[in-house]
């Protein structure tokens, strides 16, 4: 059967391919799309290795929020007179006052773990440190501002545990140390004092300590654990009183 002019006419311009309309409208939309991967790849992290998230990691890449746990290193105030405690022969703990140009957490624990200098045995000759470095104390820098804003997390090697099994006295004074030194500081970026101080091991067992008497003191540890955290001696020289009066 033949076509005539006009059925041939409208079936080569139905094989001719898209309009002109068709063909734009295709083209914005490839580039509308190709826009939006590229701007989601580069709101998105990148590494050279893959790894496998952690659940803190998911939520800030995912949602664009982290749990409330900080980990910025709290400073302290004063970082030319930081109080350290130390134990005297009698067990009885006392306060020396040590520069630490970078008074954070971690290197305060590393002071902790060498013996007092020459000038701070002149203070105390029987001073000593009970904390050494093979207990391997370190901040892990959890502090939950939400829920136990005054508690600060410490991770020891699981030496200190069989020390305090072996060498009670040892651990707790080690302990004493630790727990006293970090109560007593005031940091500038943390309003609220820390009172309590965990200890826990690569597992997250909690420390377990005795006292004089052998009764367990389980961590987190506080200062009314240790009464020597506040009658502790220091050496530090009065200031003298003003005895001058004003005039009337």
């Given at each position: ?73 709290l ?29 954070r ?13 020459e ?38 090697s ?21 727990v ?17 101080v ?51």
């Amino acid at each position: 059967m033949s076509l005539s002019r006009n059925q041939r006419s409208q079936s080569a311009t139905k094989s001719e391919g898209p309009t002109k309309w068709e063909s734009t409208w295709k083209r914005t939309l490839i580039i509308a799309l190709l826009s939006s991967l590229v701007a989601a790849s580069c709101a998105l992290p990148t590494e050279d290795e893959p790894r496998d998230l952690s659940a803190e990691d998911y939520e800030e890449i995912v949602f664009g929020e982290t749990t409330t746990t900080v980990t910025t290193p709290l400073v302290v105030v004063d970082p030319t007179n930081v109080e350290l405690y130390f134990v005297g022969a009698d067990g009885q703990l006392r306060i020396v006052k040590r520069p630490i140009p970078d008074p954070r957490i971690p290197q305060i624990l590393d002071e902790l773990e060498i013996q007092p200098t020459e000038a701070e045995l002149e203070q105390f000759p029987d001073l000593t440190s009970r904390v050494i470095p093979a207990f391997e104390a370190k901040n892990l820098g959890r502090l939950d501002r939400d829920e136990q804003p005054s508690l600060l997390t410490i991770e020891v090697s699981p030496l200190l545990q069989e020390t305090a099994t072996q060498a009670p006295r040892q651990a707790r004074e080690a302990v004493s140390q630790i727990v006293c030194t970090i109560t007593n500081l005031t940091f500038t970026n943390n309003p609220i004092p820390i009172n309590r101080v965990a200890f826990i091991d690569v597992d997250e067992t909690p420390l377990s300590i005795t006292d004089d008497e052998g009764a367990a003191i389980e961590s987190p540890f506080r200062v009314s654990d240790f009464n020597d955290c506040q009658t502790a001696e220091d050496g530090f020289e009065d200031e003298p009183e003003d005895t001058t009066t004003s005039e009337p």
